[in-house]
């Protein structure tokens, strides 16, 4: 069993920056994709940000430019460098893994709040 697990989220300004972490320590974490997702209450859950196994990386259009997905595979880590803050980035950011035979894992997720 896999328990991602997030920190780093709180309350920001617009124009501000943020940096989220995840670690999902175990043998898996090397081969499997990351990611980040986020929720609005209300709304669906939706991709902010993945990373292959290899490095390959993808954002949603709404982030692209302005947020970074990175990985520490040594510490089994994942971090989201989020800059340029705006209010509609607002959410429950979780993180999640995605094995090579498809077994999802989410974290509990982390609140980011950016005030305008």
């Known amino acids: 069993q896999v328990q991602p697990v997030e920190s780093g989220g709180g309350l920001v300004q617009a124009g501000g920056s943020l940096i989220l972490s995840c670690a999902a320590p175990?043998?898996?974490?090397?081969?499997?994709?990351m990611g980040w997702y986020r929720q609005v209450p209300g709304k669906d859950r939706e991709l902010a940000a993945t990373?292959?196994?290899?490095?390959?990386?993808r954002y949603d259009d709404s982030v692209k430019g302005r947020f970074t997905i990175t990985r520490n595979n040594a510490k089994d880590t994942v971090n989201l460098q989020m800059n340029s803050l705006k209010p509609e980035d607002t959410a429950v950011y979780y993180c999640?893994?995605?094995?090579?035979?498809?077994?999802?894992?989410w974290g509990k997720g982390t609140l980011v709040t950016v005030s305008s």
């Open positions: 175990g043998r898996f974490f090397i081969s499997s994709t």
């Open positions: 990373i292959t196994s290899g490095g390959s990386t």
């Open positions: 999640y893994l995605l094995t090579p035979w498809n077994s999802q894992y």
